[in-house]
T-cell receptor, first 111, second 114 residues
Framework: KAGVTQTPRYLIKTRGQQVTLSCSPISGHRSVSWYQQTPGQGLQFLFEYFSETQRNKGNFPGRFSGRQFSNSRSEMNVSTLELGDSALYLC??????????FGPGTRLTVL | ELKVEQNPLFLSMQEGKNYTIYCNYSTTSDRLYWYRQDPGKSLESLFVLLSNGAVKQEGRLMASLDTKARLSTLHITAAVHDLSATYFCAVGNAGGTSYGKLTFGQGTILTVHP
């Protein structure tokens, strides 16, 4: 089975721009979660989607949003980028109540 | 607010030695996970612990869970260089929120040297 895929793998943007990151879960997994990883704050939960519905949202400003499509693929969007948004963004999928499997991540650099 | 704390945060070990990483969490949960991350890479699942007293072993790593003490341990036996990585514990479904929301510890950077 193919693993979780994320595109793009690397991204450079400037302050004020917006960005969209994409995640394709493992086939058959309907739950997708997003995390932000930074050296200062560690791994922080952004949001979780299941069957196109947002189930949980972490403590991030409204500039961070996401959605899930009927094929379980998910996108997250960050508007009005700030320098502090530079991070590794990880997507994870899971089959029901089981372990989350993480993708390779998208490394976003904001200049 | 759920807090997950690991210690130590940095661990420098000699090959062949044993050591334990501790993970304390502050809220009732029925899932405790251990992940490994190599530099510049994503997270690799090591163990999921589901119940009090659960113990799982894979190679030189053994994880255990004490839900009453809200404590999990990751024990390393006879360390080898290949185990050098960052290890994270994570709590799932804390307070019955969701299995899709993990709260991570700060991570333990393990370096194994000759």
């Amino acid at each position: 089975k193919a693993g979780v895929t994320q595109t793009p793998r690397y991204l450079i943007k400037t302050r004020g721009q917006q960005v969209t990151l994409s995640c394709s879960p493992i086939s058959g997994h309907r739950s997708v979660s997003w995390y932000q990883q930074t050296p200062g704050q560690g791994l922080q939960f952004l949001f979780e989607y299941f069957s196109e519905t947002q189930r949980n949202k972490g403590n991030f400003p409204g500039r961070f949003s996401g959605r899930q499509f009927s094929n379980s693929r998910s996108e997250m969007n960050v508007s009005t980028l700030e320098l502090g948004d530079s991070a590794l963004y990880l997507c994870a999928s899971r089959p029901g109540e089981d372990t989350q499997y993480f993708g390779p991540g998208t490394r976003l650099t904001v200049l | 607010e759920l807090k997950v704390e690991q210690n130590p945060l940095f661990l420098s070990m000699q090959e062949g030695k044993n050591y334990t990483i501790y993970c304390n969490y502050s809220t009732t949960s029925d899932r405790l996970y251990w992940y490994r991350q190599d530099p510049g890479k994503s997270l690799e699942s090591l163990f999921v612990l589901l119940s009090n007293g659960a113990v799982k072993q894979e190679g030189r790593l053994m994880a255990s869970l004490d839900t009453k003490a809200r404590l999990s341990t990751l024990h390393i036996t006879a360390a080898v260089h290949d185990l050098s990585a960052t290890y994270f514990c994570a709590v799932g479904n804390a307070g019955g929120t969701s299995y899709g929301k993990l709260t991570f510890g700060q991570g333990t950077i393990l370096t194994v040297h000759p």
